[in-house]
């Protein structure tokens, strides 16, 4: 069984910092990527940034130049820092992680998810 905890988002000012993590946990063999997600009210859910085991990063322009995405491979963890956050940056972020689990020698790719956060961005 494998579980991916994030940690608590917020309410943020307009131009503040917030840093999210997200660990995984369980039967794990290999992490492939792993990556943040956000869905604000009303919309589809979009991809924020992502980073495979090999170190390449992916961004959606909005986000590019402010946040940075980073994998601690020891802990199974990923991070986002956010910086210069927007009111359009207001969302539930859910984490991610493209990964092989299992045990007894059989292993399966499968994606796993957070629970999700809020984060909030208002004066």
């Known amino acids: 069984q494998v579980q991916l905890v994030e940690s608590k988002g917020g309410l943020v000012q307009p131009g503040g910092s917030l840093r999210l993590s997200c660990a995984a946990s369980?039967?794990?063999?290999?992490?492939?990527?792993m990556g943040w997600y956000r869905q604000a009210p009303g919309t589809q859910r979009e991809l924020v940034a992502s980073?495979?085991?090999?170190?390449?990063?992916n961004y959606t322009d909005s986000v590019r130049g402010r946040f940075t995405i980073s994998i601690d491979n020891r802990k199974n963890t990923v991070y986002l820092r956010m910086n210069s956050l927007k009111p359009e940056d207001t969302a539930v972020y859910y984490c991610?992680?493209?990964?092989?689990?299992?045990?007894?020698?059989?292993?399966?790719?499968?994606?796993?998810w957070g629970q999700g956060t809020q984060v909030t961005v208002s004066a």
């Open positions: 991610y992680a493209d990964l092989f689990s299992g045990r007894d020698g059989i292993y399966y790719l499968n994606e796993h």
């Open positions: 369980g039967s794990i063999l290999k992490i492939n990527a």
């Open positions: 980073e495979t085991s090999g170190g390449a990063t």
